[in-house]
């Protein structure tokens, strides 16, 4: 089955500890994305990348990095910089050209303490 | 950042009622994206719209383009419980690739 799978469904940190979620997706789309939500909220960019060994920065990139050295992989790393890193955190692709639809994993989320 | 605004925040309503959800924004999008998130998963596609004034069905969804390109509709009939979730409209902008996500409905129904 075709499809973006995100691991762990949630992840546990201590406060000061960098962690890295992982973002597989074997649909052959161009472009992958990291989102954050928090409760209530709407989702926020984070990083985004539409072609291999390139990325941008989103909304709320500050305390987070990425890195894009697969096509169907774009891991995001929480660093301890990132005031407040718990959250629900929410990988999506999509084909770069002809199509705008953005198709979301599961998601993961991270308890930091 | 650019902002949508999506109303109502919750919906409440009974089994078999009709549901309607709006996005408006002060800018034009191309592009308008109606999602549906159940609690702890990632949002599912439900409906794309690609053109002004453009009406699209997905079963018992349908979803609008508004014609000032600033706006998108999504109504449901005749709800069933697993319409329960919350509901996001998305714009896009330019060939930015880049989504601009509502807050969010959140709708709830009585049996």
């Known amino acids: 089955d075709g499809g973006i799978t995100q691991s762990p469904k949630y992840l546990f940190r201590k406060e000061g500890q960098n962690v890295t979620l992982s973002c597989e997706q074997n649909l052959n789309h161009d472009a992958m994305y990291w989102y954050r939500q928090d409760p209530g909220q709407g989702l926020r960019l984070i990083y985004y990348s539409q072609i291999v060994n390139d990325f941008q920065k989103g909304d709320i990139a500050e305390g987070y990095s990425v890195s894009r050295e697969k096509k169907e992989s774009f891991p995001l790393t929480v660093t301890s910089a990132q005031k407040n890193p718990t959250a629900f955190y929410l990988c999506a692709s999509s084909v770069f050209r002809g199509s705008y639809e953005q198709y979301f994993g599961p998601g993961t989320r991270l308890t930091v303490t | ?111």
Not at chain 2, 22 to 38: G, V
Not at chain 2, 52 to 78: H, M, P, V, Y
């Open chain 2, 1 to 111: 950042g650019q902002q949508l605004n999506q109303s109502p925040q919750s919906m409440f309503i009974q089994e078999g009622e009709d549901v309607s959800m709006n996005c408006t924004s002060s800018s034009i999008f191309n592009t308008w994206l109606w999602y549906k998130q159940d609690p702890g998963e990632g949002p599912v596609l439900l409906i794309a719209l690609y053109k002004a004034g453009e009406l699209t069905s997905n079963g018992r969804l349908t979803a609008q383009f508004g014609i000032t390109r600033k706006d998108s509709f999504l109504n449901i009939s005749a709800s069933i419980p697993s319409d329960v979730g919350i509901y996001f409209c998305a714009g896009q902008l330019s060939e930015a690739q880049k989504l601009v996500f509502g807050q969010g409905t959140r709708l709830t129904i009585n049996p």
